[in-house]
C-alpha cells in the first residue's frame, strides 16, 4: 500500500513518536538538550540540524515526499544530537546514540533521488580512476576548489584502492536524465 504524501502534520507526529521512542531508550532527564518544538528550514545541503535550544529542523523537501525512511533516518539522527549534546558534533558518543536510536538505517534509493531532485542540486561530481573507469560519487550545489584544482600529478585520493587521476562536474539533470535512459529508473 502506497504511504500518502508527507505533510507536516505528518512530520510532527513521527517525531512526537521519535521522541517518546527514544526516552524509552535513554530517559529524557539524562539529555543535554531537551527537545522543544519541530521546524522547516530550506537548508540546499541538509536534510535536518538539531540546536541547542532543542529545536530540530527539518528540509522542507520531506514535505509532499514519500521519503519516510529518510524523514524517519533524519528525526533520529537529529534526536541524537539533542540527547548526547551538539558540541559533541559526530564523535563516538553521537554515533553510539545515533545507533541506539535507530538513525542508522539503509534508506531506498528512489528515496534519495526523490529528495536529491526535490532540493535542486546543480552539480553531479564523478571521479575517473586511473583504471579508466569513471564513478559517480554525489550531487552538489556548486563547484569546490577540492575538485577544480586536483592535481594528477599528486593523485592520492582513492576510491576501493584505485588512484583517482581526476574529478568532473557534469550537469545534475543531465546526468539523471542520462543514467535514468541506461538504468529504466524513473526520476521523481
Given at each position: 500500500?502506497?504511504?500518502?504524501?508527507?505533510?507536516?502534520?505528518?512530520?510532527?507526529?513521527?517525531?512526537?513518536?521519535a521522541?517518546?521512542?527514544?526516552?524509552?531508550?535513554?530517559?529524557?532527564?539524562?539529555?543535554?538538550?531537551?527537545?522543544?518544538?519541530?521546524?522547516?528550514?530550506?537548508?540546499?545541503?541538509k536534510?535536518?540540524?538539531?540546536?541547542?535550544?532543542?529545536?530540530?529542523?527539518?528540509?522542507?523537501?520531506?514535505?509532499?515526499?514519500?521519503?519516510?525512511?529518510?524523514?524517519?533516518?533524519?528525526?533520529?539522527?537529529?534526536?541524537?544530537?539533542?540527547?548526547?549534546?551538539?558540541?559533541?558534533?559526530?564523535?563516538?558518543?553521537?554515533?553510539?546514540?545515533?545507533?541506539?536510536?535507530?538513525?542508522?538505517?539503509?534508506v531506498?534509493?528512489?528515496?534519495?533521488?526523490?529528495?536529491?531532485?526535490?532540493?535542486?542540486?546543480?552539480?553531479?561530481?564523478?571521479?575517473?580512476?586511473?583504471?579508466?573507469?569513471?564513478?559517480?560519487?554525489?550531487?552538489?550545489h556548486?563547484?569546490?576548489?577540492?575538485?577544480?584544482?586536483?592535481?594528477?600529478?599528486?593523485?592520492?585520493?582513492?576510491?576501493?584502492?584505485?588512484?583517482?587521476?581526476?574529478?568532473?562536474?557534469?550537469?545534475?539533470?543531465?546526468?539523471?536524465?542520462?543514467?535514468?535512459?541506461?538504468?529504466?529508473?524513473?526520476?521523481?
Amino acid at each position: 500500500m502506497k504511504q500518502p504524501l508527507i505533510t507536516f502534520k505528518i512530520l510532527r507526529k513521527e517525531y512526537l513518536n521519535a521522541i517518546a521512542e527514544c526516552c524509552k531508550i535513554i530517559p529524557l532527564d539524562r539529555w543535554v538538550h531537551r527537545p522543544t518544538t519541530i521546524g522547516l528550514t530550506s537548508h540546499k545541503t541538509k536534510y535536518g540540524r538539531a540546536y541547542s535550544t532543542g529545536s530540530i529542523e527539518l528540509n522542507k523537501c520531506f514535505i509532499g515526499s514519500q521519503a519516510y525512511t529518510q524523514m524517519r533516518k533524519t528525526l533520529r539522527h537529529e534526536i541524537a544530537h539533542l540527547s548526547c549534546g551538539i558540541a559533541r558534533g559526530h564523535d563516538k558518543i553521537f554515533k553510539l546514540y545515533n545507533k541506539k536510536f535507530g538513525g542508522t538505517c539503509e534508506v531506498p534509493k528512489h528515496e534519495t533521488e526523490e529528495l536529491k531532485h526535490k532540493i535542486g542540486f546543480k552539480w553531479f561530481v564523478l571521479a575517473h580512476l586511473i583504471n579508466g573507469e569513471s564513478i559517480p560519487l554525489f550531487a552538489a550545489h556548486k563547484r569546490t576548489k577540492k575538485y577544480l584544482q586536483y592535481e594528477t600529478s599528486q593523485s592520492i585520493s582513492k576510491f576501493k584502492g584505485v588512484l583517482i587521476k581526476r574529478f568532473e562536474y557534469v550537469n545534475y539533470d543531465q546526468y539523471t536524465k542520462k543514467t535514468n535512459s541506461l538504468t529504466g529508473d524513473v526520476s521523481c
